[in-house]
Structure formats: structure tokens, C-alpha cells
Nanobody, 115 residues
Framework: QVQLVESGGGLAQPGGSLRLSCVVS????????MGWYHQAPGKQRGLVAA???????TYGDSAKGRFTISRDDATNTVYLQMNNLNSEDTAAYYC?????????WGQGTQVTVFS
């Protein structure tokens, strides 16, 4: 079965950085687009960034210029490097893949930015 396991969340100060990782199993990782989403309390889950199997990337407005998504097909891992964090980045972050019409999510990793 498809499994996604995130890690790397935690506490950061404004202007700080964090790097999230998501290890995927149960599918041919290199063939799939991967995404990172975030969800703050009381808000809808929204796209942070996505990376296609070709390596092409796309970003949500809040992530542009600050976050970088990347992938390592050798280790079935997708990363999200988050720089210049601010309080609005506080949320649970989820890794996502769609396979055969089904959506798969990781368990989420919490990012909290505080001063």
C-alpha cells in the first residue's frame, strides 16, 4: 500500500528555516508528481508547492520566493525547504500523491513559528 511519512517540522523563530522531508513507499516514486500542503486551524488545506516527475515545480503564492520543493528519486523522498518563515506559516504540513485516482496523505508534521 502507498505510505507517506513526513518529518522535519518543529518550532522556528520568524526569519528562520526548516526543512521537511517525506518518504514515500508503495509506488514507483519517480513516475509521480508530489505535493506539499498546509492546513492551519479553522482553515482549508491549501497547496504549498508541487513537483512533477519531470522536476518542474509550482508554488502557492505564500511560498513563492521563500520555499523550495525538491525530490530525490533514488531515496523516494520529497523535500520542502522553508526559509524566512513567518507566523502565517504556522500550520500542519502534509505530503500528498495521487495514484490511480486515489489521494494519499501523510500523517502531517506541525510547523510553529513564534517570536
Amino acid at each position: 500500500q502507498v505510505q507517506l511519512v513526513e518529518s522535519g517540522g518543529g518550532l522556528a523563530q520568524p526569519g528562520g528555516s526548516l526543512r521537511l522531508s517525506c518518504v514515500v513507499s508503495g509506488l514507483v516514486f519517480s513516475a509521480y508528481s508530489m505535493g506539499w500542503y498546509h492546513q492551519a486551524p479553522g482553515k482549508q488545506r491549501g497547496l504549498v508547492a508541487a513537483i512533477f516527475s519531470s522536476g518542474t515545480t509550482t508554488y502557492g503564492d505564500s511560498a513563492k520566493g521563500r520555499f523550495t520543493i525538491s525530490r530525490d528519486d533514488a531515496t523516494n523522498t520529497v523535500y520542502l525547504q522553508m526559509n524566512n518563515l513567518n507566523s502565517e506559516d504556522t500550520a500542519a504540513y502534509y505530503c500528498h500523491v495521487r495514484s490511480n485516482g486515489d489521494d494519499y496523505w501523510g500523517q502531517g508534521t506541525q510547523v510553529t513559528v513564534f517570536s
